[in-house]
């Protein structure tokens, strides 16, 4: 299955992204800032479906004075066989340190603290020489599974239940630095951080992949352009398990009649009073909102299959 014509870019003419950047962001980081001395390894969580995109700078720039991992979680959501051209632009970047991760079934959760343990034995341990516990300082966007990873680890390394509360939208982490133990031997503690945004979205397509994987609220982009992006996404990597799951007849390339089938498919509909010659009657149509939330649901559920957005 095929499009005979794909789209040759997407257009983002006239579109823009919602500057998001709450109060609790700011006062985080300014913790963080205050917390650096006593952190001996900066764990930096992000989503391996946007392994380039939307990454905050200040985690590298400001705290990389530490030792520093990226781990890119979700991996059971993203097109692995793309890990080694994602290597070499990270590599670019400065980014040596690099784990794959999957929360929902502990999947490379084991490498990480003897690759913490290594690379603080090989660091500078400065002002921290004569302290024996290694703390390391959680960091990350919103909603890339920081506190899925912590439970993960706890649960592994202690055998002890959730320590950080776990949620489906993004800026569920408030509470700023709370220590929680990970480890026995060797003694190490995490500081959880809540989920901090770059103040400047490096542009609209960053901003729509962030949004695609749920790290930034919808409405700051719109479902409807997301909707759309996806849909061209999916064709681009030639992913059209779409139209199975919403019975259509192929792929398509028009957003607003794959939302009216989906709508239709879907049962969800709305009631609108239209003026006519006749006076006021009530019409149905489709609930163009909801059908394009469930497509977008859908695919952060990984049902298109896997797909890296960069
Ligand atoms: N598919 C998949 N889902 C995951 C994975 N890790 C976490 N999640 C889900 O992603 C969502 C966010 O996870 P959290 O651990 O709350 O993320 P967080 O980074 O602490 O979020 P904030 O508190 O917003 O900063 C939850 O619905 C998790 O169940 C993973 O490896 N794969």
């Given at each position: 299955?095929?499009?005979s014509?794909l789209?040759?870019?997407?257009?983002?003419t006239?579109r823009?992204?919602?500057?998001?950047?709450?109060?609790h962001?700011a006062?985080?980081?300014?913790?963080?800032?205050?917390?650096?001395?006593?952190v001996d390894?900066?764990?930096?969580?992000?989503?391996?479906?946007?392994?380039?995109s939307?990454?905050?700078?200040?985690?590298?720039?400001s705290?990389?004075?530490k030792p520093?991992?990226l781990?890119?979680?979700?991996m059971?959501?993203?097109d692995?066989?793309?890990k080694?051209?994602?290597h070499?632009e990270?590599?670019?970047?400065?980014v040596?340190?690099?784990?794959?991760?999957?929360c929902?079934?502990?999947?490379?959760i084991?490498?990480i603290?003897?690759?913490?343990t290594?690379?603080?034995g090989s660091?500078?341990?400065f002002?921290?020489?004569?302290?024996?516990?290694?703390?390391?300082?959680?960091?990350?966007?919103?909603?890339v599974?920081?506190s899925?990873?912590i439970?993960?680890?706890?649960?592994?390394h202690?055998?002890?239940?959730k320590a950080?509360?776990?949620?489906?939208a993004p800026?569920?982490?408030?509470s700023?630095?709370?220590k929680?133990?990970v480890?026995?031997?060797?003694?190490?503690?995490?500081?959880?951080?809540p989920g901090?945004?770059s103040?400047?979205?490096?542009?609209?397509?960053?901003g729509?992949?962030l949004?695609?994987c749920?790290?930034?609220?919808?409405h700051?982009v719109?479902?409807d352009?997301m909707?759309?992006y996806?849909?061209?996404?999916l064709?681009?990597?030639?992913?059209?398990?779409y139209?199975?799951?919403?019975?259509?007849?192929?792929?398509c390339?028009?957003?607003?009649?794959?939302?009216?089938?989906?709508a239709i498919k879907?049962?969800?509909t709305q009631k609108?009073?239209a003026i006519?010659?006749?006076?006021n009657?009530?019409?149905?149509?489709?609930?163009?909102?909801a059908a394009?939330?469930d497509?977008?649901?859908s695919?952060?559920?990984?049902?298109?299959g896997?797909?890296?957005?960069?």
């Open positions: 299955m095929r499009l014509l789209r040759q870019g997407f257009d983002f006239g823009e992204v919602a500057n998001w950047f709450p109060g962001m006062r985080g980081l300014k913790q963080m800032k205050a917390r650096l001395r006593n390894c900066i764990v930096e969580v992000h989503d391996a479906r946007i392994p380039l939307g990454r905050n700078p200040f985690f590298q720039e705290l990389g004075i520093h991992l781990i890119l979680n979700k059971d959501l993203a692995l066989s793309q080694k051209r994602i070499n990270l590599k670019k970047q400065v040596h340190n690099i784990i794959y991760t999957d929902t079934n502990d999947q490379n084991r490498q603290i003897p690759t913490i290594e690379m603080i660091s500078n341990r002002h921290r020489t004569e302290n024996p516990e290694n703390c390391i300082l959680v960091v990350g966007v919103p909603n599974g920081k899925s990873l439970n993960c680890l706890r649960r592994l202690l055998k002890k239940g950080s509360r776990v949620g489906a800026g569920i982490t408030r700023v630095l709370s929680i133990q480890s026995e031997n060797p003694l190490l503690y995490i500081l959880d951080t901090i945004l103040p400047h979205i490096e542009s609209i397509e960053a729509m992949k949004a695609l749920g790290t930034i609220l919808d700051l719109g479902e352009i909707a759309d996806l849909l061209y996404m064709n681009q990597n030639n992913l059209y398990s139209v199975e799951k919403y019975a259509l007849d192929g792929p390339q028009d957003i607003e009649s794959l939302l009216k089938k989906i879907l049962g969800k609108v009073k006519t010659g006749i006076g009657v009530n019409i149905t149509v489709p609930n163009y909102s394009a939330y497509f977008i649901r695919y952060r559920r990984g049902e298109f896997q797909m890296t957005l960069d």
